[in-house]
């Protein structure tokens, strides 16, 4: 299947390690990933903060190009994914404002997680299990952004996602159900205000741990920097010790189906996963 | 100077139109505070987003246009996602805040709107893609100027360093777009 692929300007940056794991398992489930030419920044979460004008027409002219190509547009990135869907929604809503751009909306726009965890993904994954991830215990932790606002979003089930533990169950993984999987870990004012992330992430480290999970699976680049970052920082703040890695969904697809270059990309994390695989025999 | 609580509020009706204007009324808040209830950044707002709302219907513009509040919201759409009204409130932190810098308003936060200007300074610099690695530079070096922080410089180095050793940073700039002239006139056209 050919998707058109807009990564986003973090998996050029610091994401590496997520663009990687996606390029690395897209063959896998004969997914060819198409990048979108000439893509532009979406203005992510800081656009709409200055300038409502940017932070529609930036994202508005990645799905003009992306709908003269015709295939569906596959995002990675969270933020990504909402600012396009705004930008759909402003292009073919009557009622919002003109922005002067031809879009028929005749594409649809994917968040990486919800494409890959279509009925016909997993069936085909089940099967291509070969180091299956038994006894590891996590919780998924789903981006704000790619569920929120649903009237943006389209996402009927935005308060309680379910997609990432039926994937990970497919790979054999302990899902833990927790109340705080769409709970907001500070996004972009990580730069700017540390502070309210030490807050914020701390929280989420508590619930996780009183969840009896040992790590955290996301969807977003920018959950995993705040996640996996700031660890050491907030366990000095706190004084913790906390170890808690934090896995892409795209790398536990790559361990369990045995991708040659998984640890790799797990090397690139700040967080070494490698002492909790190896205590769980999947390393 | 903080008002005494007594003094009663001259209602205004101009704000709220403004905001109706903007595909943003307010009109239909009927107080129920869900969107303060469950919103993770009330620790570190002054006013809580339910008061950012009400105190836009009564038309006070200098309180919500200077709160801290409107820079603290992460834009995670919880408080806009439950209002049983449908008022896009995380929406209208984002009218407030661009608004605020408008109209020359003494910005609470000048750090927040200050990252901001450099994300969107470096989408523009390097014709649409942002360099993350340069954009958190000009911002450190930003930061270094206003208040030098030894600890936290320490902090940034030390992370830095880790990223660089695990191959996580990017000297390069992202490539020159096609379309750098149609950037260039998004950010024109915006004022910017």
Redesign the interface.
Known sequence: MEVTYYPGCSLEGTAVDYAASIAGIAPLLDVELVELFDWNCCGASSAHCLSHQIALHLPARNLALAEKVGRDVVAPCALCFNRLKVAEKALLDPEEEELGIPYEGAIKIWDLLDFLTQDVFLEALAPKVVAPLINLRAVCYYGCLVARPPAVTGKTNYENPRNMERLLKVLKVKPIDWSFKTDCCGAGLAVARPDIIDTLVQRLYERALAAKAECFVVSCQMCQANLDLAQERISRKFGKDYYLPVFYFTELIALALGHPDAHKWLAQHVVDPMPLLKSRGLA | MEKPAHQPIKPQVSLAQELTK??LPVSSCFFCRKCSGGC??T??MDILPHHVIRLALLGQEEQVLDSETIW?C?????C??RCPN?I?I?GVM??L??TA?KRGRPIP?E???????F??KS?LASS??????RL?RN?TFYKMRRKLDLT?LK?NIN?GW??WK?????LMG?PA???KA??KE??R????
Not at chain 2, 111 to 117: G, I, L, N, Q, S
Not at chain 2, 166 to 170: D, W
Not at chain 2, 189 to 192: L, N, P, S, V
């Open positions: 903007a595909h993770p950044l620790f570190a603290v992460s834009a995670c759409q919880t806009t996602t449908g896009d995380a984002d009218w805040k661009e810098v936060d750090e927040v709107m200050a990252f901001h200007r994300f969107l989408i649409g893609r942002v360099s993350e690695t958190l911002y936290e902090q992370l880790k990223l695990r191959n996580r940073v990017r992202p777009l096609q379309g149609e950037i998004i950010f056209k915006g004022e910017f």
